[in-house]
Structures are given as C-alpha cells and as structure tokens.
C-alpha cells in the first residue's frame, strides 16, 4: 500500500483487538488468514464496512472447525474480544469495562502486536461483498452470532440411562424402524441442531405457477423461473431488489471462507433461479446487469482445483449459465444487458475453455429403438 494510503488507514481505519488467542491458532479477516505468533493481539487500519472475521484454534477438540462471523466496522472503532480458553473460542459477553479501558489508553504501545489489514487484497474483498448490507446480514446470519464450518449438534438428554429408556418408551408406543429400535437401545438417540447455530438462509418458493394457471401457463412457468422469481422479490427483497445479490454474496463468502457447504448449496439454488428467469429479463435489466457483474468476480475466486472438484461436479455452472445466455440469445432484456451477456460468455469461453454454443444433452434429441 502506498503511504497516503496508509496513513488515511492509520487515523481513520478500525481495529480489532482479540486478547489471550492462543499461539498457533488460525486468525483471518476477508480473504486472508494467518498462523498467530506469541505476540499477535489483533488487526489494526481495517477499512470501515463489511468484513469477515474468523479463526481455529490450534487445540481445537473438534478437528480445525473454523468460525467466524461479519461485522460492520466503524471509522475509528476500537472492538475489543477475548479469547476464551475452556470453550476454544472467542467469549459471547463484552469484554469487561477495565479491559475496554486500558486497552483504549494503551494503544501506542499495543500498535506493535497489531498486523496490518492486508490493503492489497481489499478491492477484491469488495467486489466479493457489495451487495451485502447490514438488514441483510442480521436476517442470514445464525441468531448466535456466529458462522461454523461443522454443524452443531446436541442430545435431547443429559444423562445415557435416561437418554435409553426415554427412547425406548418413546419406541414402544411408536410405529419405528428396526435401526431407529437399535439406536434407542443403544443409547443413539437423533440429534438434533443446536439451537440458534444455524444459517437462516431464505427459503425459495416451491410453487412455479399461480393458482389459477391454465395448462399452457403451468407448461411455460416450468420452464421460465420468473414466477418463482418475481414472487421472492415482492415477499422478501421489496425495499431493494439488488439484497438477493447480496445473499448470493453472503452464500459464497460463507461457502469460500467459512467452509460451510449448506451455503454452496443456497449459492446454487439462488443461481440458477437468477439463470432460468426469462421474461424477468425485460423487467429487471438492472439486477441482472449486477448478477453478470457479480458472477465476473466470482468465478475468478474459486480455486481452480476447487471449481473441478465441487462447481464443475455435474456441470452445474456451466449448464446454468448456457440456459441464461440462451435467454439473451433469444432476445430478452435490452440490447444493453444482451450485450454483456456476450461478452461475460467470450470472457468464460476464453479464459476457462467452457463451451456454451453445444446443445446440452438434456435437451439433446432422444433415440428410440424399434
């Protein structure tokens, strides 16, 4: 970063400072991530807004499981954590008044155990998140505040003799299977997800056509995903159509950095609802001109081992995608929109050798032996 720079930063950027983190634990902010040393207390010149902070202790019981969370920094806003040792993780209640205050009188001598924020990856960052806004991240995030890579499960009983014969009642006057049966006698109960800990991503409407729909209309909704579309945006994304972008965002950092793989999932669903809209073209030019913007910066992020593994499984990037150049093809949106389609096409077709111009073979004719 250049010295301007850097001293804007300085005066006006944000700090975090995380007290007691173990040495050897996984530190990260954005889309970097450090093995802390035994003088490492924070993050200092973070520019304000949106970022992701996330960690792994070295000792951690559960294997590496990373967690994290977002947060809206202030200009010139001190957050004081500490680490909290019996549960592995940084402490739910606020640091207390003391700690506040002599961390805020200290500060030109806590500077040296502070790591920059790394500047050089920042515009990336907001490329990553510029839909992403405070309403948005209060309604996804889990109500506890903070984002796992392993989910969190408990038993509904505390003790194994009552967790047995509570079961085994329970068994005895249901209808279950032999293996639900064996689990109950062998102290298995289901385990259910802890309270709060999970992602609360939104739910896309099932129903793809309204109620009165002739057939001809049923026939063309379940092809065309606009009524699904149109009818998300009215009930969830009324004040700002551009925050389901924002999801997509918030699915792909949490997916990318937080390693939680139900949000590659909602990425997907979210995508490919986005793709398959056709009429929705010509009344959202706007949203989808943000989408192929979006989608740019994305698909450079994946690593490229990665997009073979897991994006590429089952072609479904590359098929969602041809469907929604297709519909531009087809003369949907405006010429403006139509042609950044093309050449966010060129761009793919160049640089990742992906071939959109070869009929896929579900649509491919079928023959029948006689």
Not at 13 to 26: I, R, Y
Not at 107 to 120: A, I, S
Not at 184 to 212: N, W
Not at 313 to 327: D, I, W
Request: some cysteine.
């Amino acid at each position: 970063m250049d010295n301007d720079t850097a001293k804007v930063l300085f005066h006006e950027g944000a700090t975090f400072v995380l007290l007691d983190m173990p040495e050897g634990s996984e530190f990260g902010i954005d889309y970097n991530s450090w093995t802390t040393g035994p003088k490492f207390k924070g993050v200092k010149m973070i520019p304000p807004g949106i970022h992701f902070v996330y960690y792994s202790a070295k000792s951690c019981s559960l294997g590496g499981m990373r967690t994290g969370f977002f947060y809206n920094f202030k200009q010139k806003e001190v957050l004081v954590k500490r680490w909290d040792k019996y549960n592995e993780d940084i402490s739910e209640g606020p640091v207390s008044p003391e700690d506040r205050e002599r961390v805020a009188s200290n500060m030109k001598e806590l500077d040296q155990y502070l790591g920059p924020y790394p500047y050089d990856s920042y515009k990336k960052w907001v490329s990553l998140t510029n839909h992403i806004t405070d309403d948005l991240l209060s309604r996804l995030q889990p109500e506890c505040g903070t984002i796992t890579s392993v989910t969190q499960f408990e038993s509904p009983f505390s003790n194994s003799q009552m967790r047995r014969e509570a079961a085994e009642k329970k068994l005895s006057e249901e209808g279950h299977s032999e293996e639900e049966k064996t689990n109950a006698q062998k102290g298995l109960p289901k385990l259910t997800k802890v309270a709060g800990t999970e992602m609360r991503f939104t739910k896309i409407p099932k129903q793809r056509y309204p109620k009165d729909a002739t057939p001809q209309d049923i026939t063309r909704h379940s092809m065309d995903s606009s009524y699904m579309l149109e009818t998300l945006l009215k009930s969830v994304y009324s004040k700002n159509n551009n925050e389901i972008l924002g999801e997509i965002q918030f699915a792909f950092v949490c997916f990318l950095i937080g390693q939680v793989y139900d949000a590659f999932d909602q990425w997907k669903r979210l995508v490919h609802l986005l793709c398959s809209s056709e009429a929705a073209l010509n009344s959202h030019s706007e949203l989808f001109m943000n989408l192929i913007s979006m989608l740019h910066f994305q698909v450079h992020e994946i690593p490229e081992d990665f997009f073979v593994d897991i994006v590429s499984a089952n072609n479904f990037l590359t098929s969602t995608l041809q469907e929604f150049f297709s519909n531009l093809d087809e003369g949907n949106g405006d010429s403006k929109l139509r042609q950044r389609g093309r050449k966010f096409r060129e761009h793919l077709t160049k640089k990742f050798k992906w071939d959109f111009m070869t009929e896929p073979d579900d649509f491919a004719p079928v023959i029948v032996d006689t």
